[in-house]
């Protein structure tokens, strides 16, 4: 069994910054890309960024130049800096990642249970 778990959010006033930790946990062998989601409700979840793990890095560009995704491979940590956040922005956010727990078993896809993050006004 896998566990991922978020922490950082919390609400922040527009133009400020925030910083999301997600860290995975259990049965690991291997840890391939691990990404960052939001959902505001009523919209489908939505992909922010995502980093492989050799380090490359991709992001949607509503937050390009703004967030920065980063990784530890040693501790299975990703985070998440969010700077200039906007209103738009606030959302649950959700890492993912894809982790091997057997070899020769195909990776499976493992979600946090999410960290709310609200920017005000």
């Known amino acids: 069994q896998v566990q991922l778990v978020e922490s950082g959010g919390g609400l922040v006033q527009a133009w400020g910054s925030l910083r999301l930790s997600c860290a995975a946990s259990?049965?690991?062998?291997?840890?391939?890309?691990m990404s960052w989601y939001r959902q505001d409700p009523g919209k489908e979840r939505e992909l922010v960024a995502a980093?492989?793990?050799?380090?490359?890095?991709s992001y949607a560009d509503p937050v390009k130049g703004r967030f920065t995704i980063s990784r530890v491979n040693a501790k299975n940590t990703i985070y998440l800096q969010m700077n200039s956040l906007k209103p738009e922005d606030t959302a649950v956010y959700y890492c993912n990642a894809s982790v091997t727990s057997r070899i020769g078993v195909p990776a499976l896809s493992y979600w946090g249970q999410g960290t709310k993050v609200t920017v005000s006004s």
């Open positions: 980093i492989t793990s050799i380090g490359k890095t």
């Open positions: 259990g049965s690991i062998v291997s840890i391939g890309t």
